[in-house]
């Protein structure tokens, strides 16, 4: 059945009188949603189909908390989010890392926008993004998840309130905590390399 002639309602319907066919239906409706959170928001060294299959069970497991109240696909990126985020949580914290940890390639990405030359160009673009994971890696997974959110995804407040749960006080607030201390990690990394370079 394709995506957009689903009738969400009534496939809910029949999944919970334990009709396969409908469960299937609603599988293959929900994936490409569940796919990108999961995408936006997966732990180091975890494969995403592995992530994604674990919040469609949580999905068909905690079906009888939906009470309609909320579009089922708010509903469900709620799930996938906070499984995000237990799976983060779970993680072992990589031990903070030094300036003397980075690749080669992601040493010369950080040097230039450290010294303000040329922004990195495309081929440096995945390096980059490889230096923000790293910095992202430092931060507990609520404020990992909020800085992804806003600032890696241009998400609204609103958007971010409605799938985690949060206030808006809170986005924001846990958002200027977490570009802190990625900003005071950034100076330290900055001051090790000025030191080496002596």
Known sequence: MAE???????CLERVRVRDE???RELVAHLHPLVLKIVRSHLPRRMDEEDLAQEVFLKIFANLGQYRGVVPFEHWVSRVAVTTCLDKLRAQKRRPEWRWADLSEAEAEVLDAVLTDEKS???A???????VIDKLLDALNP??????TLLDLEDRSV????????WSATLVKVRAFRARHKMKKRLAQ???EMIYERR
Request: charged share 30%; glycine share 2%; aromatic share 0%.
């Open 158 to 165: 609103a958007e971010i309130q409605k799938l985690t749960g």
């Open 21 to 23: 066919e409908a469960a």
């Open 142 to 147: 609520e404020d990992r998840m909020v800085v």
């Open 189 to 191: 990394i900055e001051k």
């Open 4 to 10: 957009s002639s689903l009738d969400v309602a009534a």
């Open 124 to 130: 440096q673009a995945s390096v980059a993004r490889e």
């Open 120 to 122: 990195p160009n495309a």
